[in-house]
C-alpha cells in the first residue's frame, strides 16, 4: 500500500530532553523522505529531508536516520527548547509521479 | 519568492452549499496538490496536477468535488454540495518536480467549517 504510519501520536517531552519520531512505510518505489512541522497561523513548513541514497542527516539539532532495509525514517531533536512544541508530520515521495504522501503526525509538547 | 497564495483563509457556510477555494502556487511549480486535513489527521491527498493535468485524483470524492488548473497555473477546488464532513482544512501545496527539485511548498490553507 502507500500509507505513512506514523508513531507516536503524541509526544510529551521536558525541555533539554530528546523526542524521536518514527514512520514507516510500505512502497519501496518511495526515494524522499520530507519532514514538515506545522504551527497554528504558520502552515506547514519543511523542517528537514532526506533522499533515498542517504543514511543520515543532521542540521543543528534535527537529524533524520533513514532504514530502507526496514522501510522506515525516524526524526530526532535533540535538547529540545518549548519553541519546538507543534505538529509534525512525516512524508514519503513516490518517484514515479511525485506522489506525496503523509503520516498521521505527532503533537510534541516540550514542558518547560 | 512569493509562497504559495491560498484564499479564503476562513468560510462558514451550511451544508448543502456550494464553496470553492482558490490556489496560487508558486510562479514555475509544474506540480500542484491539493489536501484535506482534517482535525488531528495528517494531510490526505485528494487531487494532484502535473502542469494543466490531472496525475492523481483516485482520493476525491467526485460526486461533489471536482477541481481544475487551467493553464498550468492557478486552480481551484470546489464543494458542491458540501457536507458536515467536509469540514476541514484544505491545503494546496506546489513542487518544481525537477531533478532532485521535490521539496513541496505549502499554503496557508484555507479552513471550512459546514454547519
Known amino acids: 500500500g502507500e500509507n505513512v504510519e506514523q508513531h507516536p501520536s503524541t509526544l510529551s517531552v521536558q525541555e533539554g530532553d530528546s523526542a524521536v519520531i518514527k514512520c514507516t512505510y510500505s512502497?519501496?518505489?518511495?526515494?524522499?523522505f520530507p519532514w514538515y512541522k506545522q504551527e497554528l497561523g504558520k502552515g506547514s513548513q519543511l523542517i528537514i529531508d532526506?533522499?533515498?541514497?542517504?543514511g543520515e542527516k543532521k542540521d543543528q539539532r534535527i537529524a533524520v536516520t533513514l532504514n530502507k532495509t526496514a522501510k522506515h525514517f525516524s526524526l530526532h531533536i535533540t535538547e529540545t527548547q518549548p519553541e519546538d512544541s507543534a505538529v509534525y508530520f512525516c512524508?514519503?515521495?513516490?518517484?514515479?509521479?511525485?506522489?506525496?504522501?503523509f503520516g498521521g503526525g505527532t503533537r510534541v509538547l516540550v514542558k518547560p | 519568492e512569493a509562497g504559495v497564495a491560498q484564499s479564503p483563509r476562513y468560510k462558514i457556510i451550511e451544508k448543502r452549499q456550494s464553496v470553492a477555494f482558490w490556489c496560487n502556487p508558486i510562479?514555475?511549480?509544474?506540480?500542484l496538490y491539493w489536501y484535506q486535513q482534517i482535525l488531528g489527521q495528517g494531510p490526505k491527498l485528494l487531487i494532484q496536477?502535473?502542469?494543466?493535468?490531472?496525475?492523481?485524483d483516485s482520493q476525491l470524492p467526485k460526486d461533489r468535488f471536482s477541481a481544475e488548473r487551467l493553464k498550468g497555473v492557478d486552480s481551484t477546488l470546489k464543494i458542491q454540495p458540501a457536507k458536515l464532513e467536509d469540514s476541514a482544512v484544505y491545503l494546496c501545496?506546489?513542487?518544481?518536480?525537477?531533478?532532485?527539485?521535490?521539496?513541496?511548498?505549502f499554503g496557508q490553507g484555507t479552513r471550512l467549517t459546514v454547519v
Open positions: 512502497d519501496s518505489a518511495s526515494n524522499y
Open positions: 496536477f502535473q502542469n494543466n493535468g490531472v496525475v492523481d
Open positions: 512524508a514519503r515521495l513516490k518517484a514515479a509521479g511525485n506522489k506525496l504522501t
Open positions: 510562479s514555475g511549480h509544474a506540480t
Open positions: 532526506i533522499r533515498s541514497n542517504v
Open positions: 501545496a506546489s513542487s518544481l518536480s525537477r531533478g532532485a527539485n521535490t521539496e513541496a511548498f
